[in-house]
């Protein structure tokens, strides 16, 4: 409880500072479970998953990025292969033919990235929206 303007005060101007480093806490949380899922059901050793503050490096296929660059508070999730072979075991390919008649195949897709980020995304924003709130009571 609080007793006094000033000490109303000192609570308010704490609040988004706590807040802001429950949702870095929890984000970096929630990132490296999600990537350790995802590199636990990727079919290829040669692809790469990964998080990062900001945008995810060049030749990668996001997840998506959540948050604001105003905030700096931008985390992406990404994979990516040697060329696109993250998408190409993502989503499969269709069978191809050379203009020989040469077949080259067809890749059976085999989810290694959406299905983790959907099955995870409700505990994430529950965990996310639980810590904020708490920060917000204990500042």
Do not use: C, Y
């Not at 929890?26 to 590199?39: F, R, S």
């Not at 079919?43 to 490096?57: D, R």
Request: charged share 20%; glycine share 8%.
């Amino acid at each position: 409880m609080v007793q006094g303007l000033s000490q109303f005060n000192r609570r308010w101007t704490a609040i988004p500072k706590a807040v802001r480093q429950a949702a870095i806490d929890t984000l970096e949380q929630n990132a490296a479970e999600i990537v350790a899922d995802m590199n636990r059901n990727k079919p290829l050793v040669e692809i790469e998953i990964g998080w990062s503050w900001g945008q995810a490096p060049n030749g990668a296929m996001s997840l998506g990025t959540v948050g604001s660059t105003e905030r700096g508070l931008l985390i992406t999730i990404w994979a990516r292969g040697d060329d696109f072979s993250a998408a190409w075991f993502e989503f499969g390919t269709a069978p191809r033919q050379h203009k020989s008649g040469k077949s080259t195949g067809q890749i059976q897709a085999s989810p290694f990235f959406w299905p983790v980020w959907r099955a995870r995304r409700r505990r994430v924003k529950s965990r996310l929206t639980r810590n904020i709130n708490k920060a917000i009571k204990n500042a």
